[in-house]
């Protein structure tokens, strides 16, 4: 692991590769999974905030949810998650033209109606970031829907910290990214 400010990384965020095929994964992230996507309470006020700007591109049932269950639920670790229409799939995701699935939050960002994109652990997937007190641990998150993810990013040479690069200075800053791809360097040279 690699120490930079209060971020403890594993090395699998330098060596492993990874690169997003959403015409072979339809997007499963949003969709797989027992618990929604963590969200923080500054998120989920932008998320309340921003919600008449992006419910337009939600279907009914999803908005149902939304109205019924609110804008963020606990789940059974106590966390605060996104909810989910039908147990599995977040109730912020929509299916475009190509039966892929993707975030109604994003959407709007893209479009310039809002200036939030999505939540931050959406954002940075497959990296979790766990909160301790002292230090977050940044570990790579490997599931079976994304084996498309890993293949593409292998065929591209795309390391995982790499394909995240926005994700990861949106969190840490530009600074801290610098840091992080200098101790990719040094990652590299101990694997020679």
Not at 2 to 9: G, L, P, R, S, V
Not at 130 to 145: G, K, S
Not at 186 to 191: A, E, G, I, P, Q
């Given at each position: 692991?690699?120490?930079?400010?209060?971020?403890?990384?594993?090395?699998?965020?330098?060596?492993?590769?990874?690169?997003?095929?959403?015409?072979?994964?339809?997007g499963?992230?949003?969709?797989?999974?027992?618990?929604?996507?963590?969200?923080?309470?500054?998120?989920?006020v932008?998320?309340?905030?921003?919600?008449?700007?992006?419910?337009?591109?939600?279907?009914?049932?999803?908005?149902?949810v939304?109205?019924?269950?609110?804008f963020?639920?606990i789940?059974?670790?106590?966390?605060?998650?996104?909810?989910?229409?039908?147990e599995?799939?977040?109730?912020?995701?929509?299916a475009?033209?190509?039966?892929?699935?993707?975030?109604?939050?994003?959407?709007?960002?893209?479009?310039?109606?809002i200036?939030?994109?999505?939540p931050?652990?959406?954002?940075?997937?497959?990296?979790?970031?766990?909160?301790?007190?002292?230090?977050?641990?940044?570990?790579?998150?490997?599931?079976?829907?994304?084996?498309?993810?890993?293949?593409?990013?292998?065929?591209?040479?795309l390391?995982?910290?790499?394909?995240?690069?926005?994700?990861?200075?949106?969190k840490?800053?530009?600074?801290?990214?610098h840091?992080?791809?200098?101790?990719?360097?040094?990652?590299?040279?101990?694997?020679r």
């Amino acid at each position: 692991m690699i120490q930079i400010d209060n971020a403890i990384i594993s090395f699998d965020v330098f060596e492993k590769f990874f690169l997003c095929d959403l015409m072979a994964c339809k997007g499963a992230c949003c969709v797989e999974g027992v618990s929604g996507a963590p969200v923080t309470m500054e998120e989920v006020v932008l998320i309340k905030k921003y919600y008449p700007l992006f419910e337009q591109y939600l279907p009914d049932e999803h908005r149902k949810v939304i109205h019924e269950e609110g804008f963020s639920i606990i789940d059974n670790d106590g966390d605060l998650v996104t909810p989910l229409y039908n147990e599995s799939a977040c109730a912020y995701t929509y299916a475009d033209e190509n039966g892929i699935t993707k975030c109604a939050i994003e959407k709007a960002f893209l479009e310039g109606k809002i200036d939030f994109r999505k939540p931050i652990s959406c954002h940075l997937f497959p990296i979790r970031i766990t909160e301790h007190p002292n230090f977050d641990a940044v570990n790579y998150q490997r599931l079976h829907i994304c084996k498309a993810a890993r293949d593409c990013g292998i065929r591209n040479k795309l390391p995982l910290y790499k394909f995240l690069k926005d994700p990861l200075i949106r969190k840490y800053g530009e600074d801290w990214y610098h840091e992080l791809e200098v101790a990719a360097e040094y990652v590299k040279d101990l694997s020679r």
